[in-house]
């Protein structure tokens, strides 16, 4: 088991919704806990976790995740491993996952749980996307306008796309507002279509010679 | 017709001038999963059921299942180009297809694309394919007729204008026969016709054009074609589409008719999109809201009430059964919703009793009333009589010697077989059927041999045509049979008896 693990698709595909969901859950959950406790910085040691030890042994991590222990023998090791190097607040929630049969949740979790930290902060990731990569000027001005108007923080993930040929698409959770030159084209391409047909059903002898063909 | 190029270059001129590009706010998604003409998306989580989305290459899509965490889309177009990760917008408009009088005499695809190479639709309007159907107060009651040029089915099962009527039968029996005769027929009545295909091969659907086309019918009909080589998704909403564009007619007042070439073909497209999205498979795999499928399409058969314009939509589906078993889910099912039913018998059509209506089974639940005086007068008693006599001639097969009363109902009845066959393209205006209805019960046809009757109708056909041609045009105008047209038409009658007994 000591080969690394091949990543052979990238995120987005496969991914699976419903585990979203549930991860999104346990993120939330397990956030508010830690402000209700006090505890600082409760991703450190989800994140420790999963890089010190989980990725560092891969047997372990294999252990934990899969079906090959019963549930109370996993409790032990938690019990045994985990819990005198750890908080008890964290370990609470470790035992809480493996009760509910979540553990193989852990990565997604850490993933969710840093954008679900950013809403409590007033953060928003704003998908930006130019023709031209974007200057400081027009990237504060962006930010700007989003803070005035959507009432948030926005962190802004840029990409550029040149067959949007001007303008700029903004993306808000999954909601797009489309200013691009592209779609702008694209709407006076079908109105001119829409209205040339018009014209032509409404009066056929505006456009035909009188003499005919 | 040549353009002038500077009138619609101003045209364009001054659209670009006033052109104010809005910003465009969708809702997107992400397709996580594709195959079989259908993909699982997530995000859009403002999408309505039946919204119309759009794939990033422009393919459109149905928002068929709503989920907790995704939404399942049936693909209407070519799946095969639809990658996972590709982006899905919301339009916020529901499925639907272009409309209006350039529709007539195309061929088009249910989504309103031309298939017939003869340019774009020239049509600016559209109309949402999946409609509620008028209400009652929005009703009257089905009274004007519907001829269908097939003495057989306007004498026995007379269909009206707004009714639903059933065609039933086994493969090869004529079914699409007698729907193609029916538009036929509708020429110069002001009659729209919408022509469904769904599920059948293409060459099939060409050869129909092809017969519409030569007999002058493609003027006045829309034909939608999905061939049992497009997706399920599409062969499920072209019911839905035909039924669309008709109602565009009807709610101008017009009459409309509209075939839906078959229904049961488009339930197993349905079949198929329902198990891939999941849904549980009830009675023959069928998902539980076939029936629906079925009944919310001809419940959109209607004959609007004066307010709305008068208009009506006729709706023949046709169903196919296998082995005229019409205990199977999906014949039951549009049985019961449709006022009525054509049950055809591949039996009778080897017999060459065509069209191979058996009118023991064959029902009208509404059209009665829409048969015109005469008909109704000269027909009243055709189905009895032809009852008994299906008695009378197994009765007579025991090889029992018969009275000679007997014998002469078994004769008139072999005659009126005779004549209610037809032949294919041959729709017979309702005035000829009346006559030649009149005749055969009347005894005029009695001392004709069985193998002429159909020879001899024709000549009376063409002898009334020829010869009484105001007695036909009083019966054409009044279409009552009065006393004074029934005394001519039997004078005319004897008179054309007389001529064939000289002849032979």
Same mark, same amino acid.
């Given at each position: 088991m000591s080969e690394v693990r091949l990543k052979?698709? #990238?995120?987005?595909?496969?991914?699976?919704p419903g585990a979203l969901a549930v991860a999104t859950l346990y993120a939330r959950s397990y956030l508010a806990g830690a402000t209700q406790n006090g505890i600082?910085? #409760?991703?450190e040691e989800l994140n420790s976790l999963l890089d010190d030890v989980l990725a560092a042994h891969p047997e372990f991590s294999e252990l934990l995740m899969?079906?090959?222990?019963?549930r109370d023998n996993k409790l032990a090791i938690v019990d045994r491993v985990i819990a005198p190097g750890s908080s008890e607040y964290f370990t609470n929630f470790l035992r809480v996952l493996i009760r509910h049969n979540r553990v193989e949740l852990l990565p997604m979790i850490r993933q969710v749980l840093v954008r679900v930290q950013e809403e409590a902060a007033g953060k928003k990731r704003v998908r930006v996307k130019t023709a031209k990569p974007l200057s400081d000027g027009s990237r504060s001005k962006i930010r700007e306008q989003l803070t005035s108007k959507f009432g948030f923080d926005p962190i802004l993930q840029e990409s550029v796309d040149e067959s949007l040929i001007g303008g700029l698409v903004l993306q808000v959770g999954d909601t797009v507002y489309d200013s691009s030159l592209r779609s702008r084209l694209k709407q006076l391409k079908g109105r001119l279509v829409e209205k040339a047909l018009n014209e032509i059903q409404s009066g056929r002898d505006r456009f035909s010679h009188p003499e005919g063909d | 017709m040549k353009f002038k190029a500077d009138e619609i270059a101003s045209v364009i001129q001054k659209e670009i001038e006033d052109f104010r590009g809005q910003m465009q706010t969708a809702e997107v998604g992400r397709v996580i999963e594709v195959g079989d003409g259908i993909a699982r998306c997530t995000g859009l989580s403002t999408a309505m059921s039946g919204e119309m989305l759009e794939f990033s290459n422009g393919t459109r899509g149905l928002a068929f299942n709503l989920e907790e965490n995704s939404v399942g889309v049936v693909i209407l177009g070519d799946y095969l180009k639809i990658k996972e990760g590709d982006e899905v917008r919301s339009t916020g408009k529901l499925l639907s297809v272009p409309v209006g009088e350039a529709l007539l005499g195309r061929m088009v695809d249910p989504l309103g694309n031309p298939l017939d190479g003869k340019g774009p639709v020239m049509t600016s309007e559209s109309r949402p394919l999946e409609w509620l159907a008028a209400g009652v107060a929005d009703r009257q009651p089905v009274k004007e007729p519907l001829q269908t040029g097939i003495k057989a089915i306007d004498a026995m099962t007379p269909i009206g204008r707004g009714q639903r009527e059933l065609i039933i039968g086994d493969r090869k029996t004529g079914k699409t026969a007698i729907a193609i005769d029916t538009i036929l027929n509708q020429k110069d009545t002001g009659v729209i016709c919408v022509y469904v295909a769904c599920g059948q091969r293409a060459s099939s659907i060409a050869g129909v054009v092809e017969i519409l086309r030569q007999n002058g019918a493609m003027d006045y009909t829309i034909v939608v074609a999905a061939t049992s080589a497009d997706p399920a998704p599409v062969q499920y909403i072209a019911p839905y589409a035909g039924a669309a564009l008709a109602e565009y007619f009807m709610y101008q007042g017009k009459h409309t008719l509209v075939v839906y070439d078959d229904l049961s073909k488009q339930a197993v497209a349905y079949r198929q999109l329902s198990l891939l999205m999941r849904r549980p498979p009830g009675r023959e795999a069928f998902p539980g809201d076939v029936f629906y499928c079925h009944s919310r399409l001809l419940e959109r058969a209607v004959k609007l009430n004066k307010e709305l314009g008068g208009g009506s939509m006729t709706a023949l589906p046709i169903i196919e059964t296998l082995e005229g078993e019409v205990s199977a889910y999906i014949p039951t099912n549009v049985i019961s919703i449709t006022d009525g039913q054509i049950y055809l018998e591949p039996d009778l059509f080897w017999k060459g009793i065509r069209p191979a209506i058996n009118v023991g089974v064959s029902v009208s639940r509404v059209g009665g009333n829409a048969q015109t005086k005469a008909m109704k007068k000269v027909a009243g008693s055709l189905r009895l009589d032809l009852a008994q006599f299906r008695e009378l001639e197994a009765f007579a097969q025991l090889g029992t010697e018969l009275e000679k009363e007997t014998q002469a109902q078994l004769d008139r009845g072999y005659r009126m077989v005779e004549l209610l066959k037809q032949p294919q393209y041959g729709p017979l205006h309702v005035a000829d059927q009346v006559v030649a209805i009149y005749a055969g019960a009347k005894g005029y046809f009695d001392k004709v041999p069985v193998n002429k009757v159909q020879q001899t109708e024709k000549e009376l056909h063409e002898f009334i045509r020829t010869e009484h041609a105001d007695m036909r045009d009083k019966l054409v105008a009044q279409a009552t049979l009065t006393e004074e047209i029934e005394a001519e038409l039997k004078k005319a009658l004897e008179a054309f008896n007389a001529r064939q007994a000289s002849k032979s």
């Open positions: 052979t698709r #990238p995120d987005s595909v496969l991914e699976d600082a910085a #409760p991703e899969s079906d090959s222990l019963r | -």
